[in-house]
């Protein structure tokens, strides 16, 4: 009994340590009309943030916010609140350059972006602090790395625009 006393009163930190990294220190209640970027981009928080800290409560599509429910928007100690929404013929290079960071911590941030950032798209969200803010995927996951069928490619040529002839 003792023992197990111990090993409940040593093991108290540990599970309040757990249970804070996970307390949302922002919501946003949903309405009519809206979609993860126009949350995002209302509320200063990255796409790809939304989706980590709503995993199994917002789907890969965003195709089923609850009107009236309440969304988390960052967690306690990850909560990234410096955003760029992206626009055309952006790249990771004119984002982080405009942001002021290299593209090591934009990519840091941002997960979801391939090697080369060629899946970001019109109206996506991306967190551009200067410290790894946002929260890691969850065990067993992987952040989507695919443009929405609905999204239109940032740089849909793969190519800088001022390159093209």
């Not at 540990?14 to 009519?32: E, G, I, K, M």
């Not at 982080?96 to 979801?112: K, M, R, V, W």
């Amino acid at each position: 009994m003792f023992t197990k006393a111990i090993a409940a009163i040593l093991a108290l930190p540990f599970v309040a340590q757990l249970v804070s990294a996970d307390t949302c220190t922002r919501t946003y209640t949903a309405q009519a009309g809206d979609i993860c970027d126009s949350i995002s981009a209302a509320n200063d928080v990255s796409t790809y943030q939304l989706a980590v800290v709503n995993v199994g409560i917002i789907d890969e599509a965003c195709d089923n916010l609850v009107v009236g429910q309440s969304y988390c928007l960052g967690w306690q100690g990850q909560d990234c609140t410096t955003t760029y929404v992206v626009k055309q013929n952006d790249d990771c290079d004119i984002i982080s350059s405009a942001a002021g960071i290299n593209t090591t911590i934009l990519y840091e941030n941002n997960p979801q972006i391939d090697d080369y950032c060629s899946n970001i798209y019109i109206g996506e969200v991306l967190c551009t602090a200067n410290t790894v803010q946002v929260p890691p995927a969850p065990a067993g996951t992987t952040p989507a790395t695919s443009i929405p069928a609905t999204a239109t490619p940032a740089n849909p040529d793969g190519d800088l625009p001022w390159c093209d002839e």
